[in-house]
């Protein structure tokens, strides 16, 4: 059974950093594309970044430049570094493993 769990989130202020972490269990990590996706209040999920099994990295419009994926294929983990946050980043931020699985989100909030 694949598991998703994530952690990292909270209350930061605009310009701050926070890095959310996702542990994977249940499958061989190492070959599938993780993602990061999140849903604000009111809006539809998004995917805001994504890596594939050989480290390559794409993300959306609105984080290029201020956030870093990466992942860490021995611990089964992979990482969202989250850098000059604003108030538009806060949503609930969910990890995901090749377009099918979904962890329970944790939450980001961005504001002063």
């Known amino acids: 059974q694949v598991r998703l769990v994530e952690s990292g989130g909270g209350l930061v202020q605009p310009g701050g950093s926070l890095r959310l972490s996702c542990v994977a269990s249940?499958?061989?990590?190492?070959?599938?594309?993780m993602g990061w996706y999140r849903q604000a209040p009111g809006k539809q999920r998004e995917l805001v970044a994504t890596?594939?099994?050989?480290?390559?990295?794409n993300y959306a419009d609105s984080v290029k430049g201020r956030f870093t994926i990466s992942r860490d294929n021995v611990k089964n983990t992979v990482y969202l570094q989250m850098n000059s946050l604003k108030p538009d980043d806060t949503a609930v931020y969910y990890c995901?493993?090749?377009?099918?699985?979904w962890g329970q989100g944790t939450q980001v909030t961005v504001s002063s």
């Open positions: 995901n493993r090749d377009g099918s699985y």
């Open positions: 249940g499958s061989i990590f190492a070959i599938y594309v």
């Open positions: 890596i594939t099994n050989t480290g390559h990295a």
